[in-house]
């Protein structure tokens, strides 16, 4: 604790420690709010005595506004500590970013980094002072809607993300005006919520936490976020936001988190619907014992002030610890100095600057876009080809995704309007809307396909069909588009369909009725233009698959790096032609896409690869040498993936598990060589004791450009 929070707390009374632990929305304190009773408000308002208490304030954003709001706070609070603004800032503030799935497509841990520093840039201007991001759970199921905000099912790849993220929010520490502190969520494993439904119940052995999930959020604290969040959902059956083990042991001592911990929305109230509390009294006691600093919208804590002459001295020492962390984290950021830390109404505005933003978006939104198939290439398209676009997302802003309240849909750019500016020769017609059966004008429709050279269908889900609270059993296209997509392939002319969506869909209808696949996870501001330059050729798809795509729903979950089992499919045989092994008997194990999948236009395939040593001790590194050769005449980019497979050990372990990854560009008619590096410490693994090590004996390390096509090397642990 730094001196100046110790005098801070010496001077507070209880009730002025407690509402350091209240969190509120902004209309709050705009008086608008008429929902709460009890005796703490009037007329539906909280008191003055209360409101001028409180420590942070959520969801509210903008320079005048945040000001306003400080102003009259600092001016009513006898001890004049500032309000911290927090909000949800996911993937961008005003210039709209991909969502976190698209970013982690993008296989650029720049990307993120450029993406989440951005999204600060503009909050901070805004007055926001922490958001709430990243989302760090790993996720194997699509029908969890917000599968759209984490970075996808492989661990390696949400740690890199994770770390990425936090340090463009931060910046370098301390956290300047241009930047804001980070929350890690939600602690833990939401991600992995039952079937796929939202708020649903997690249950999973402690093994498979630490094998799988842990290490995103570990990395993020590595990278010294400022906060992490609570999940919704139980984890060793009991409910996160009251789970002492998950926070006290796991967070807090384990992996050393000493900053803010915070409830998600509401979540100590309903340790009440959980039915490990009786009321909002026991609820507040589960949660402060569990180490939870802030109550996000519960009043749970809120209660505290009704009965402070009763409190136990456990509870009070709890509030110290807890309101000392919050006033930790004003410091570090400078509210003390500056409680208008950062805002900034000209730069907010700066037409300059939201032109470079917009520069940084689109580049993400061009790294971001996966390429899943391109039959005899008939991708990129050149500028005189006659083009038939048509499709629920060809002319529509409902490009930015979920989690994007300062995005403005309406002045976003649809591609029918970009693509009129690249092609000569273009018509459209819209066809169906996202969920229609009826094709419109579909004598125009039969005429303007006639008279095109390639039919471009823009299909896809809206953007309020990914997020919270939009779990799907059957995460697949609204069957009016695929009835569309079966009228459309009747003229025989080659069709390319770009796939906006917010999660993995299965696709394995619309990928025998096309030519060419374009995957756009909602891409952003600029993703009409970024789908167009990839269309025309301007760049080069680079994307590739952060989760597996599956070909059938009742694959899900399905993830590529699953475990070893006794009775595996043997390799070459297919499902019919065997009996009792791990198999369906009436489809395929194979997903339709895999993790990692993705093409580009240049021609580039690995030449070489040659381990450098495949003996090795535990301090050492592993050295793969790669020659990429790309025979074509136009320069590229690929994505280098290494993969590791340990063959013997005392628990099972993934058939691979990404490594390593590096985007690299190839010149035309040329090659590069790479010396990919692991270093032998990422071949740890969780044992039965659930301690974590690295096994001597035997291992396989392989390199690829995608997860399934790789070159394998062996090695030895000594
Ligand atoms: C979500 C959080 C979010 C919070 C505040 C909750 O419903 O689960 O991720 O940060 O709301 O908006």
Redesign the pocket.
């Known amino acids: 604790m730094t001196d100046i929070v110790k005098k801070l707390l010496n001077k507070m009374t209880v009730e002025e420690k407690i509402g350091q632990l209240i969190q509120v929305t902004g209309d709050f304190f705009k008086g608008s709010e008429s929902t709460i009773t009890g005796p703490l408000s009037e007329n539906g308002r909280l008191k003055d005595e209360v409101k001028y208490m409180i420590g942070s304030v959520?969801?509210t954003s903008g320079s005048s506004e945040v000001k306003k709001i400080q102003q009259d706070y600092l001016a009513h609070s006898s001890l004049k500590i500032p309000l911290l603004f927090m909000a949800?800032v996911i993937h961008g503030y005003k210039t709209i970013f991909p969502i976190p799935l698209g970013i982690a497509a993008t296989f650029n841990p720049k990307m993120m980094k450029i993406a989440s520093q951005v999204a600060a840039s503009e909050s901070a201007a805004a007055g926001l002072h922490v958001t709430?991001a990243p989302?760090v759970d790993l996720v194997r199921d699509p029908r969890w809607g917000r599968v759209m905000e984490s970075t996808g099912e492989d661990p390696y790849l949400n740690e890199v993300m994770a770390r990425e993220a936090v340090k463009g929010f931060q910046g370098n520490l301390p956290i300047d005006d241009s930047h804001i502190a980070a929350t890690v969520?939600?602690f833990a494993g939401y991600g992995a919520a039952e079937a796929g439904r939202e708020y649903n119940t997690v249950d999973m052995s402690e093994w498979q936490f630490r094998e799988n999930y842990l290490g995103a959020y570990q990395s993020a604290i590595e990278a010294q976020a400022k906060l992490v969040?609570t999940s919704?959902n139980t984890m060793f059956g009991v409910p996160a936001t009251g789970n002492k083990y998950l926070m006290k042991d796991i967070l807090r001592q384990e992996l050393e988190f000493n900053g803010v911990l915070i409830s998600?929305?509401d979540a100590i109230n309903e340790l009440i619907n959980h039915g490990t509390a009786t009321d909002l009294q026991a609820a507040t006691n589960l949660a402060l014992n569990a180490g939870v600093d802030i109550d996000?919208m519960s009043f749970a804590y809120i209660t505290l002030l009704e009965h402070v002459d009763e409190l136990s001295k456990n509870v009070l020492k709890l509030i110290d610890e807890s309101a000392s962390r919050v006033l930790q984290l004003k410091k570090e950021l400078g509210l003390f100095q500056n409680p208008y830390k950062g805002l900034n109404p000209e730069k907010e505005n700066d037409k300059d600057i939201k032109l470079a933003h917009e520069k940084n978006a689109l580049e993400v939104a061009e790294e971001s876009i996966v390429m899943v198939k391109n039959n005899s290439s008939i991708l990129p398209l050149s500028f005189d080809q006659r083009v038939f676009l048509t499709g629920p997302v060809a002319d529509t802003g409902d490009l930015l995704g979920s989690w994007s309240w300062k995005g403005d849909v309406l002045q976003t750019k649809s591609l029918l309007f970009k693509m009129k500016k690249s092609f000569k020769n273009i018509s459209f017609s819209e066809g169906i809307n996202y969920h229609d059966r009826h094709i419109k004008d579909w004598d125009k429709i039969s005429q303007q396909v006639s008279d095109a050279d390639v039919i471009i269908v823009a299909l896809g889900q809206p953007s309020s069909e990914s997020g919270?609270a939009t779990s799907m059993m059957e995460p697949t296209l609204p069957i009016g588009q695929i009835e569309y997509l079966k009228k459309l392939r009747q003229f025989n002319k080659p069709i390319v369909a770009i796939v906006v969506t917010g999660r993995p869909l299965i696709l394995t209808q619309v990928n025998e009725l096309v030519d060419a696949m374009l995957i756009s996870f909602f891409p952003g501001t600029k993703g009409a233009t970024a789908l167009t330059n990839i269309l025309t050729g301007k760049s080069e798809p680079t994307g590739r698959l952060p989760m597996t795509f599956p070909r059938n729903n009742g694959q899900i979950p399905i993830y590529y790096n699953s475990y070893t089992t006794g009775r595996p499919i043997e390799f070459g045989l297919q499902n019919n032609e065997t009996k009792y092994v791990t198999k369906y008997i009436d489809g395929s194990n194979d997903p339709l896409y895999n993790f990692g999948d993705g093409l580009g236009y240049a021609d580039i395939s690995i030449s070489e690869s040659v381990i450098q040593e495949n003996v090795l001790s535990m301090s050492e590194q592993i050295k793969v040498s790669v020659i990429l050769q790309n025979k074509s005449n136009r320069s590229g980019q690929t994505v280098l993936q290494g993969y590791i497979h340990q063959k013997i050990g005392e628990t099972v372990h993934p058939t691979k598990a990404l490594k390593w990854f590096k985007k690299i560009e190839v010149p035309a008619k040329n090659s590069r060589k790479i010396m990919m590096s692991i270093p032998v410490n990422e071949l740890a693994s969780v044992h039965q004791d659930l301690s974590t090590s690295i096994d001597l004996g035997e291992y396989e390390i392989m390199v690829g450009l995608n997860s399934t096509d790789l070159v394998s090397h062996n090695l030895t642990i000594e």
Do not use: V
Request: hydrophobic content about 55%; glycine content about 8%.
């Open positions: 959520l969801g949800d709430f989302m969520k939600h969040m919704f998600d929305w996000m919270e």
